[in-house]
Structures are given as structure tokens and as C-alpha cells.
């Protein structure tokens, strides 16, 4: 078994930066993609960014320019760092991670969310 924990989540207002981290523990063999997601309020889940195994990187189209997707493979450790927030990124923030477990399995696990709200 795999277990996410997120943090960094919080209030912060337009303008402003936060920093979003997920760690992964339990039966790992290997971390493989990891990405952050998002999901506003009354709006379906969506990706933000994602990261692979050799440092690639994908970013939507809404947060290219000022998030960046980032990762420590001796920690198990996916970051997002957000800078010039706006309003419209206010949501739900879940981490991804496809795990390979030392059995050989590969499964996807999800963070349990945390909120970002950006607000005057």
C-alpha cells in the first residue's frame, strides 16, 4: 500500500505565490509520473501539470508561465510551486502518483486534496 500526503494549501491573495508538496510512502519500488490536478468549485477534475520519471514536464494551458512542476526522487516528492495567482485557480488540489510496487504491480494513487483558495 501507497499513502499521499499533501500540504501547503491555504488563502493567499491575488498576486500571490504558494507551494503545494506531496509525499509518497509505503511499498515502493519506484515513483514513476507524478502530476497535480485540480478541481474548482462545481467543476469537473482537471490537470495542471505532470512530471515524468526523467524530469518532462506537461502544464494546462491556464497555469503555463506560472506554475512549475517539480520533483525529488530521493524523497518520493512531487512540488507545485504556484507564483502570480489569480482568482480562477482557486480549487481543490490533488497529487497523482503512478507507483510501482517491489512486487512489479503498477498503481495509480491519488493525495487525499487540499485547498487553494485565492481571494482579496
Known amino acids: 500500500q501507497v499513502q499521499l500526503v499533501e500540504s501547503g494549501g491555504g488563502l493567499v491573495q491575488p498576486g500571490g505565490s504558494l507551494r503545494l508538496s506531496c509525499a509518497a510512502s509505503?511499498?515502493?519500488?519506484?515513483?514513476?509520473?507524478m502530476a497535480w490536478y485540480r478541481q474548482p468549485p462545481g467543476k469537473e477534475r482537471e490537470l495542471g501539470a505532470l512530471?515524468?520519471?526523467?524530469?518532462?514536464?506537461i502544464y494546462a494551458d491556464s497555469v503555463k508561465g506560472r506554475f512549475t512542476i517539480s520533483r525529488d526522487n530521493a524523497k518520493n516528492t512531487v512540488y507545485l510551486q504556484m507564483n502570480s495567482l489569480k482568482p480562477e485557480d482557486t480549487a481543490v488540489y490533488y497529487c497523482?502518483?503512478?507507483?510501482?510496487?517491489?512486487?512489479?504491480?503498477?498503481?495509480?494513487?491519488w493525495g487525499q486534496g487540499t485547498q487553494v483558495t485565492v481571494s482579496s
Open positions: 497523482n502518483v503512478v507507483v510501482t510496487s517491489p512486487w512489479g504491480r503498477s498503481m495509480n494513487y
Open positions: 512530471i515524468t520519471t526523467g524530469g518532462s514536464t
Open positions: 509505503g511499498s515502493i519500488f519506484r515513483v514513476n509520473d
